[in-house]
């Protein structure tokens, strides 16, 4: 592991193969085919935790990166396509898997039940959704009906459509007119995050990809009053937990924000309606 670790293998990865071998050698240690487990031993004690946490973008951050995208002549063209992610919550690989079929304009949602993925080789294939719980239904707010318009009459006229596994008329092509992938959409958020740092040096934002936005939709919609159950629907998840837990990272500044919505709610309340509801109250108790 230590080797491994030198060699720059990431922490994440390193948690994988513990993950596969630590079980592996202990069938051999309960059939006393080995006197010890080698891996039985806690992955911090001999490597340094340098993974970084996936945090949602602070209302400041999320702005300041749209706001430069939306106005960059070379990566306004990809905009579109950030707004959805921020307002849906999509997995990048279900986002990429869309096609003209999933797309009901008229009933203003998006039909998520697939995901477009691309192997080492090349080879292109739709797989089902993570869990029958990503199976789903999004809403499409105003925002994302005009992004995927936009995104549509934009889109480049294949010659011929690409079909993959029984699947045809993809959103969203490349260059060479075949389906855009996770890695398409993670080197768009990569390149326009580097031209950003490059212009505003004394500026700098966190590292964002496509999952990061996915957290950030999340966590917008936790702090907006979203309940967990609906929230858990919408991310595609099977236990609500897993939403909480994992993809709900709360700062400074939105906790003082859900706090400060609580407040002058609390206000408002006290200073219009607790007289009158106060009389209601007793009224019904007469009652």
Known sequence: ??????AGKGYSTLTSIRGVLRPAFQMAYNEDIIVKNPFDFKLTDVVVNN??????????????????????????????EFVVLLHTGMRVSEFCGLTFKDLDFENRRINVDHQLLRTRNGEYKIEVTKSKSGR????????????????????????????VDGYS??????????????????????????KYAKLHPDEPLPHITPHVLRHTFCTDMHFMGL??????YFMGHAEARTTMNIYTHASYEQAKNALTKVLKFTTHFTTHFKGKFMKICEESCKT
């Open 169 to 194: 008329g993809f959103i969203m092509l490349d260059k060479n007119e075949k389906p855009k992938v996770a890695l398409h959409i993670e080197n768009e958020c990569r390149w326009s995050l580097k």
């Open 1 to 6: 592991m230590i080797k491994l670790s030198n």
């Open 136 to 163: 789903r239904y999004i809403a499409m707010d105003d925002d994302v009906y005009a992004s995927l318009k936009n995104m549509i009459a934009n889109r480049p006229k294949a010659k011929v459509e690409m079909v």
């Open 51 to 80: 993974s970084q946490k996936r945090l949602a973008l602070t209302d400041a951050q999320r702005d300041t990166w749209m706001n430069f995208v939306r106005n960059d002549s070379t990566y306004c063209k990809y905009y579109d």
């Open 227 to 232: 309940d967990p159950k609906s929230l858990q």
